[in-house]
């Protein structure tokens, strides 16, 4: 089912998606990948606040290609989830709501979002160059000396994603798996 939603993605929005939906996504997200996670990590760890707002925020797991000529962001493809599996549990409880990546995500992030009423998307891998046109405004927020890896504050218009993990755990991964195998 195809949903059209607008950020910040709240707990009453996260109810109502379900594993396998197409959804197209307005607003504010965040870009964070490894280097910058494992920074948001640390800071928590010396007491220090986190440099953007956790609570009901979506971090998409990107590090995107040099702007091109009058675009905004170039190419910006999803990388690897599981990097980001050791730092997304914590966040989650911090209060993000959703992560957007790909691939496969571990049992302790599955629980966290579980626990937190929250959602894990997949950006189709390959479609950086798409998927930037889906993206209207970027800026870095922090973390500048990261270079590609800086946390960015993106405004984005209909950027498509597909419900992975919805808040009660159900899996596309596995439960279209299964599927496949049923089929003759």
């Known amino acids: ?10 707990a009453e929005v996260t109810k109502n998606l379900k594993s396998g939906d197409y ?6 997200i965040y870009v964070a990948r490894d280097a910058a996670h494992k920074r948001m990590i640390e800071a928590l760890e010396r007491g220090e ?3 953007i707002d956790i609570k009901d925020s979506t971090i998409y ?6 702007a091109r000529e009058g675009r905004p962001i170039g190419s910006a493809g999803p990388t690897t989830a599981t990097r980001m599996d050791k730092y997304a549990p914590t966040l989650l409880d911090l209060g993000e709501k959703a992560m957007i990546g790909k691939g496969k995500r571990s049992k302790e992030v599955i629980d966290a979002i579980v626990r937190n009423h929250a959602v894990y998307f997949a950006a ?11 993206i209207t405004k970027s800026e870095i927020v922090c973390y ?3 270079g590609a ?3 960015r504050k993106l405004q984005v218009k209909d950027f498509p994603v597909i419900v992975v993990i919805d808040s009660e ?5 596995e439960t279209a798996i299964k599927k496949y195998c049923t089929l003759e």
Do not use: F, Q, R, W
């Not at 089912?1 to 709240?10: A, C, G, R, W």
């Not at 797991?61 to 040099?66: E, F, H, L, T, V």
């Open 124 to 134: 189709v891998g390959g479609a950086g160059a798409l998927l930037s046109k889906c």
């Open 23 to 28: 959804v197209y996504i307005t607003g504010t």
């Open 49 to 51: 606040n986190l440099p």
């Open 1 to 10: 089912m195809d949903k059209h939603i607008t950020t910040p993605i709240t």
């Open 169 to 173: 755990g159900n899996n596309l991964y």
């Open 61 to 66: 797991y990107m590090g995107p290609s040099p």
């Open 144 to 146: 500048e000396d990261l």
């Open 149 to 151: 890896e800086a946390i």
